[in-house]
């Protein structure tokens, strides 16, 4: 097995901290939604179910981030 110190730790969950990246999740949803009402430009109509789909998938991963 492998022991890692503390500090390595501490690197990692800085970069693996629930907040920030669950954010990110929630703003990807959002912008899937927009994509997905405007009436505009049918290629951002096309990428919302992607967008929408990522971001969902983002925040499982995310809500088993440490706080």
Same mark, same amino acid.
């Given at each position: 097995?492998?022991?890692?110190?503390?500090?390595?730790?501490?690197?990692? %969950?800085?970069?693996?901290?629930?907040?920030?990246?669950?954010?990110?999740?929630?703003?990807?949803?959002?912008?899937?939604?927009?994509?997905?009402?405007?009436?505009?430009?049918?290629?951002?109509? %096309?990428?919302?179910?992607?967008?929408?789909?990522?971001?969902?998938?983002?925040?499982?991963?995310?809500?088993?981030?440490?706080?």
């Amino acid at each position: 097995m492998t022991n890692v110190s503390k500090a390595e730790r501490r690197g990692l %969950s800085r970069w693996f901290r629930r907040g920030p990246w669950e954010i990110a999740a929630m703003t990807a949803i959002g912008i899937g939604i927009l994509m997905l009402t405007q009436p505009f430009l049918l290629v951002l109509y %096309s990428y919302s179910f992607v967008t929408i789909l990522a971001g969902t998938v983002g925040f499982l991963i995310v809500s088993h981030f440490p706080q």
